[in-house]
């Protein structure tokens, strides 16, 4: 038997040719399913790769988009059935987006994959995309899953090409449960095999190491590195193509403790910004046109949606706000005049910008029915980088801290439909990121 797996392309996917070649240097033959093709097709195969890359250019956040495709359904479904999944680097995040990883509390987000933290000593030396060569090896028995049936002694020497890479979670017993369930199947290491917290062995700031969890079942892996890049990484493709010839069942799994499930709260600024500036795009915003039209898509036809930047800005001279509004406008460090609208609000009042004229009070336009809300990261790594380039602008210290995050403007007809778009998360995940009720 020859092992016949589909290949998972979505718009923006770029590994796919790495995991051709990886499935065939495992006597696998894997074919490539677009996903606009008839999804009937796909219970042919006997597994499946989600392969890297940047699917729907990562809007909103990386596989968010994917995860809510239809096509998602239909592999889920064939998971159940017991048939390998493995998504690497942007295929684990759609994996985790779509619940599937860890999977412990199905239909409920447990898991986020977070920006990248590179900690050493308590010290963060960056944040964002890494790419590097990084070592694992499998922290589970092996057999455990489809992808792990070999010596967890061997260490993989492979690559790591991300900026979302980072397995959190807020669910207090979630990393207990999945330590206990061996659910933990991979985990970055150093070159003798020891499990290193801190950068460079952990590259992104991963909880536990995290490199790669499976579903309780095991036959559904989210790993980030890239196996298929390499033939060090090969064993995880032999392993699966084992697997599936062999017709083997898993070893049946003890049903884990469900963790005592986040509950997520709509928060309420503390105190609010001195400066408020939004930022929209002059020309057809694509995010926002990309993420609306998920949303129809998934049911909520009547709902309407609008994207700006936010940057809220606490000061230490509370005198010339509006002075000041104008100088961080004009800065060119929070954005581009030629292609960007600004918009300030000061002390509730809203201001357009005019070149001529510099800031001039608007009319209030709220539309009825809409629910304005601000999602941004917990950590606000991109404020804390927005600040850090004021500097130069504001050598006495005017600017004390900067929040930068998403401003959504839900438009819908039932005032509950807005609380229900939010409940999909597909404008933020809760694990990584907070949201602040705007109105």
Request: aromatic share 10%; net charge positive; charged share 25%.
């Given at each position: 038997m020859t092992p016949k797996i589909g290949v998972i392309l979505f718009p923006g996917t770029n590994c796919e040719l790495e995991a051709l070649r990886a499935c065939k240097r495992s006597n696998m033959q894997p074919e490539l399913?677009?996903?606009?093709?008839?999804?009937?097709?796909?219970?042919?195969?006997?597994?499946?790769?989600?392969?890297?890359?940047?699917?729907?250019?990562?809007?909103?956040?990386?596989?968010?988009i994917a995860s809510k495709d239809p096509i998602m359904e239909v592999i889920k479904m064939e998971a159940e059935k017991g048939k390998p999944v493995i998504g690497v680097c942007n295929g684990a995040q759609i994996l985790v987006e779509t619940g599937l990883i860890p999977g412990i509390t199905l239909e409920h987000l447990e898991m986020a994959l977070a920006w990248n933290e590179r900690t050493k000593k308590g010290k963060i030396l960056g944040v964002g995309f890494y790419n590097d060569w990084i070592q694992i090896r499998s922290d589970a028995k092996p057999g455990r899953s489809v992808f792990n049936n070999f010596s967890n002694k061997v260490i993989m020497r492979i690559p790591v090409a991300h900026g979302?890479?980072?397995?959190?979670?807020?669910?207090?017993?979630?990393?207990?449960?999945?330590?206990?369930?061996?659910?933990?199947?991979?985990?970055?290491?150093?070159?003798?095999?020891?499990?290193?917290?801190?950068?460079?062995?952990?590259?992104?700031?991963?909880?536990?190491?995290?490199?790669?969890?499976?579903?309780?079942?095991?036959?559904?892996?989210?790993?980030?590195?890239?196996?298929?890049?390499?033939?060090?990484?090969?064993?995880?493709?032999?392993?699966?193509?084992?697997?599936?010839?062999?017709?083997?069942?898993?070893?049946?799994?003890?049903?884990?403790?469900?963790?005592?499930?986040?509950?997520?709260?709509?928060e309420r600024m503390a105190k609010k910004p001195d400066i408020v500036i939004k930022v929209e795009l002059i020309i057809t915003d694509n995010e926002e046109r990309t993420i609306e039209n998920t949303i129809k898509k998934i049911g909520f036809k009547d709902a309407g949606l609008k994207r700006k930047l936010y940057f809220g800005f606490y000061t230490k001279n509370k005198s010339d706000l509006r002075r000041l509004a104008q100088k961080l406008i004009e800065s060119g460090e929070i954005l581009?005049?030629?292609?960007?609208?600004?918009?300030?609000?000061?002390?509730?009042?809203?201001?357009?910008?005019?070149?001529?004229?510099?800031?001039?009070?608007?009319?209030?336009?709220?539309?009825?029915?809409?629910?304005?809300?601000?999602?941004?990261?917990?950590?606000?790594?991109?404020?804390?980088?927005?600040?850090?380039?004021?500097?130069?602008?504001?050598?006495?210290?005017?600017?004390?801290?900067?929040?930068?995050?998403?401003?959504?403007?839900?438009?819908?007809?039932?005032?509950?439909?807005?609380?229900?778009?939010?409940?999909?998360?597909?404008?933020?995940?809760?694990?990584?990121?907070?949201?602040?009720?705007?109105?």
């Open positions: 399913f677009r996903w606009n093709d008839d999804r009937k097709k796909l219970k042919n195969y006997d597994g499946y790769i989600i392969p890297g890359g940047f699917s729907y250019e990562d809007r909103s956040r990386s596989g968010v979302e890479g980072r397995f959190t979670t807020q669910e207090k017993e979630l990393l207990q449960n999945l330590i206990k369930n061996q659910q933990t199947l991979f985990r970055y290491c150093d070159k003798n095999g020891k499990f290193d917290p801190e950068f460079p062995v952990n590259p992104n700031g991963a909880l536990y190491n995290l490199a790669g969890v499976c579903n309780p079942q095991g036959n559904v892996l989210a790993l980030m590195p890239h196996p298929e890049r390499t033939i060090y990484g090969q064993p995880i493709f032999d392993s699966m193509a084992k697997h599936i010839v062999s017709r083997k069942k898993l070893p049946p799994v003890k049903s884990a403790k469900k963790p005592t499930l986040f509950k997520e709260k709509i581009n005049l030629h292609k960007e609208i600004p918009t300030a609000t000061i002390e509730e009042i809203e201001y357009a910008y005019e070149k001529q004229s510099g800031l001039v009070k608007k009319v209030d336009a709220t539309p009825k029915n809409s629910f304005n809300c601000l999602t941004a990261d917990y950590d606000n790594y991109s404020g804390k980088s927005v600040k850090n380039k004021l500097q130069p602008y504001f050598k006495n210290g005017e600017i004390v801290n900067v929040i930068r995050g998403t401003h959504w403007e839900i438009k819908v007809k039932k005032a509950d439909e807005a609380r229900k778009i939010l409940s999909t998360h597909i404008l933020h995940n809760p694990h990584s990121m907070k949201l602040i009720a705007l109105t």
